[in-house]
């Protein structure tokens, strides 16, 4: 998509063409608003293209509206899993597995997830929970957003920005979903990037998920597969912004693999995948009054649930903008 130079103005311009800005960008231009995305990087550079992705409420607070959603997100994700050739979103089943004993998290209710038999764990876990979720191929899921918001009339340009004081002189509505990027932009020092890294690999007949959820846990180990391929992970580098190669470290992720998934020994690597969690202590979903009757509203934050989150933020910023929040 580019921007014709005989298109009215839009409405809206959401800045960000990740996860939360696309998904924002579809329920505004559904919604009947004119809207634009404006992206300092392509779609295929963000963060969210890196993503595993699960819906897994992952590293975000606060809780309860964190929850909540989640719960809105899961119902589309069901939704969308319908068609999973156009969308890239199926439900798989698998498990969330401690090496330590631990409480159930509190998300599970939510996907009526229900404890493992001790002959079930798999070797050195001694808890977890089995369960049915969506397992989104972003890829191919951020193209089916770019294809339904195009859809709806709404487009996309490159565009980077200095300040959203910029950003208000384009549109009546700015709803600023910078990610990462927020920590300059805004500027919200609380903001901080958690560099992740995962790698993907040929398919050897994998249909069940995996994730280590064992508290405070040194290393992540999770297991998605998608179609033809597995994405394997990660690693957490609190603070670290730079998205730089490392072989040892990939190396590392697909040992940690294959020792709780003999099937991957000997899958063949396909590539790596690297973005940055934008932490912060609590997402930031609201709207500001710049004054001169301009609408400035946030969203970002989402640390390592951007995907999980996507669409109950997106409904909350719709209801904003639209006067029923
Ligand atoms: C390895 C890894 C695995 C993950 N796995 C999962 C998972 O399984 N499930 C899950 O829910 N989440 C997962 N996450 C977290 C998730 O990816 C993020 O929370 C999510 O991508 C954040 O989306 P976003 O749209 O807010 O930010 P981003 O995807 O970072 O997009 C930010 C956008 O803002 C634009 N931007 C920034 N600054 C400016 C500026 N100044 N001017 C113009 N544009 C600007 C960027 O160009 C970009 O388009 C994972 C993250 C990583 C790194």
Not at 20 to 41: K, Y
Not at 78 to 96: F, S
Not at 167 to 196: F, I, K, M, Q, Y
Request: aromatic residues 6%; hydrophobic residues 40%.
């Amino acid at each position: 998509m580019s921007e014709s130079t005989t298109r009215p103005g839009p409405d809206a311009v959401v800045v960000g063409a990740g996860v939360s800005g696309l998904t924002t960008a579809v329920c505004l231009a559904e919604a009947g608003l004119r809207v634009r995305v404006d992206t300092c990087l392509p779609v295929s550079k963000t963060s969210s293209v890196a993503a595993g992705a699960m819906w897994d409420p992952y590293l975000v607070e606060p809780l309860d509206r964190v929850l909540s959603w989640s719960a809105a997100s899961l119902a589309e994700f069901r939704l969308l899993a319908g068609d999973p050739q156009t969308t890239g979103v199926r439900i798989r089943a698998g498990t969330h597995e401690s090496r330590l004993p631990c409480v159930e998290p509190a998300w599970t209710a939510l996907v009526d997830a229900e404890p493992c038999a001790i002959e079930d764990l798999r070797t050195g876990y001694v808890t977890g929970w089995w369960y049915r979720a969506p397992v989104i191929d972003m890829p191919d899921y951020l193209d089916y957003l770019l294809r339904r918001l195009a859809l709806a009339g709404g487009w996309l340009q490159r565009r980077a920005y200095v300040s959203l004081a910029e950003a208000l002189t384009e549109a009546p509505v700015v709803v600023n979903c910078s990610g990462a990027g927020a920590r300059d932009l805004v500027p919200d020092h609380e903001v901080a990037p958690s560099r992740g890294r995962l790698v993907v690999v040929e398919n050897p007949g994998i249909t069940t998920f995996f994730c280590d959820d064992t508290p405070n846990a040194e290393e992540l180990v999770y297991i998605f597969p998608h179609t033809d391929t597995v994405v394997l992970g990660g690693t957490s580098d609190f603070g670290v912004g730079e998205l730089t190669e490392d072989p040892l470290s990939a190396r590392a992720i697909l040992q940690r693999c294959m020792a709780v998934e003999p099937l991957l020994r000997g899958a063949k690597v396909i590539g790596e995948r690297m973005g940055l969690r934008p932490l912060r202590s609590q997402v930031r979903l609201g709207e500001e009054r710049p004054g001169s009757g301009q609408r400035l509203l946030h969203n970002y934050g989402h640390g390592g649930a951007g995907v999980t989150l996507s669409w109950g933020c997106a409904r909350e910023i719709e209801r904003l903008v639209l006067g029923w929040g």
